[in-house]
């Protein structure tokens, strides 16, 4: 036989005849055998909705039965469905999902061969977040860097994408599936949160991003030296942002290659950019400061640069107590009571008078009347009182010497 088809398989007889009879001798099988083949491959819906079902239809043939039916998903990888034998199969997949459009591959095989057979599924869905690629919601940038918002979507079919922030709308670029919102020179307005609205003919979907401000206050400032006395000075700076976290101000003094705090605050302001005045108390006189200013709250210190600034506080004076207090000292009363002293004898002198004989009484001899002998005589008690008054004092500094050889003035 030649030129065999799948049609002549069968029970074959073989028989001998002469002119008398014809017996069968023998009976022949003939199996031919043929490859495998997808006849048909059908569902009723190659376009599904989410939460249907994946139904299909196979016919399958081949010489002998395939041993293997396997549905693939192209995408995932995973077998989907699993048969063997030829025939006409149908079976329910599984619940459809927005992830599964795609390619699905089906595969036969026999002992001959293996055949296959591709379809494309498309399931309508509501935009959502491509799970096979990374979009990020929070950035945290710091001012002036640039701040990138993208999402890269999936769905069916393809979005439009609307982008907005404090109510207003924002530019970007769209690509596909894939839309970018790109933030150059970032500024304090720029924070906050940002609205992204995907829509296509099946629905529309939400999503929330978010330009965070965060980490360490920026340093302050245009730091400045204003003036001193001989225990303070008073400096100024601007300050930096905070990053939306109350921020403490440290004022450091640089020596002997270390930092002293010599005084740190808490900013009560709520904007940034304000200029910033202090007076630094309980300094040494006549010494040298290296001033510095940093920021710092929960997140760090404020890094870069560190400007400083240095200056020599005033030599000191006494104070106005001090001064009372040496005048107050033994010494300064003994000196008053001397000068009085001292006054009150050129007084006399200016003042004497002389007695000289007039019949034979003693009279004052003086310009004036009676008046002023009376105010001369009552002199001479004061003249009495006020030498009492001398040696009291002179024994009083005697006694007191050792306390009023000078003052220590306070620290």
């Known amino acids: 036989m030649s030129g065999i088809t799948r049609n002549q398989s069968g029970l074959y007889a073989c028989y001998a005849a002469n002119e008398a009879s014809s017996d069968v001798i023998q009976y022949v099988v003939i199996e031919v055998l043929y490859p495998a083949k997808i006849v048909d491959w059908s569902f009723p819906y190659s376009r599904l909705r989410p939460s249907g079902t994946y139904e299909m239809s196979v016919e399958i043939e081949g010489k002998p039965p395939p041993d293997r039916i396997l549905l693939i998903s192209d995408k995932t990888g995973d077998v989907l469905y699993r048969d063997e034998g030829g025939g006409v199969k149908n079976a329910t997949i599984k619940p459809v999902q927005c992830g599964d459009t795609g390619t699905y591959h089906l595969y036969?095989?026999?002992?001959?061969?293996?055949?296959?057979?591709?379809?494309?599924?498309?399931?309508?869905?509501?935009?959502?977040?491509?799970?096979?690629?990374?979009?990020?919601?929070?950035?945290?940038?710091?001012?002036?860097?640039?701040?990138?918002?993208?999402?890269?979507?999936?769905?069916?079919?393809?979005?439009?994408?609307?982008?907005?922030?404090?109510?207003?709308?924002?530019?970007?670029?769209?690509?596909?599936?894939?839309?970018?919102?790109?933030?150059?020179?970032?500024?304090?307005?720029?924070?906050?949160?940002?609205?992204?609205?995907?829509?296509?003919?099946?629905?529309?979907?939400?999503?929330?991003?978010?330009?965070?401000?965060?980490?360490?206050?920026?340093?302050?400032?245009?730091?400045?030296?204003?003036?001193?006395?001989?225990?303070?000075?008073?400096?100024?700076?601007?300050?930096?942002?905070?990053?939306?976290?109350?921020?403490t101000f440290v004022i450091n003094n640089y020596e002997d290659g270390d930092f002293k705090v010599l005084q740190e605050f808490t900013d009560a302001s709520s904007e940034y950019g304000n200029i910033i005045t202090k007076t630094v108390g309980k300094l040494e006189s006549d010494h040298q400061y290296n001033i510095t200013v940093v920021a710092r709250n929960r997140n760090g210190t404020s890094g870069g640069n560190v400007q400083s600034i240095s200056f020599v506080t005033k030599e000191s004076s006494p104070s106005i107590g001090v001064i009372i207090g040496v005048m107050l000292s033994p010494f300064v009363i003994a000196f008053v009571f001397s000068f009085a002293i001292k006054q009150s004898s050129k007084w006399r002198r200016r003042n004497k008078y002389t007695l000289c004989q007039d019949d034979g009484e003693k009279k004052p001899l003086l310009p004036g009347n009676q008046e002023n002998v009376d105010k001369m005589e009552r002199n001479n008690e004061q003249d009495k009182e006020t030498e009492n008054l001398r040696n009291a004092t002179k024994e009083h500094t005697y006694r007191n010497n050792d306390q009023v050889d000078g003052y220590i003035a306070p620290e």
């Open 108 to 247: 036969v095989t026999n002992d001959f061969n293996s055949a296959s057979l591709d379809k494309n599924v498309t399931v309508y869905c509501v935009p959502y977040v491509n799970p096979d690629k990374v979009t990020t919601f929070d950035t945290m940038p710091r001012l002036g860097e640039t701040a990138v918002l993208e999402m890269h979507a999936a769905g069916y079919p393809q979005p439009n994408f609307t982008w907005s922030h404090n109510g207003s709308l924002i530019q970007h670029v769209d690509d596909g599936y894939s839309s970018k919102v790109t933030i150059e020179n970032t500024d304090v307005n720029d924070f906050g949160t940002y609205l992204l609205d995907m829509e296509n003919s099946v629905g529309k979907s939400r999503y929330i991003f978010q330009i965070i401000p965060s980490g360490p206050p920026d340093p302050p400032s245009n730091l400045t030296y204003i003036q001193s006395t001989w225990h303070s000075a008073t400096v100024s700076w601007i300050s930096g942002y905070d990053y939306n976290d109350t921020q």
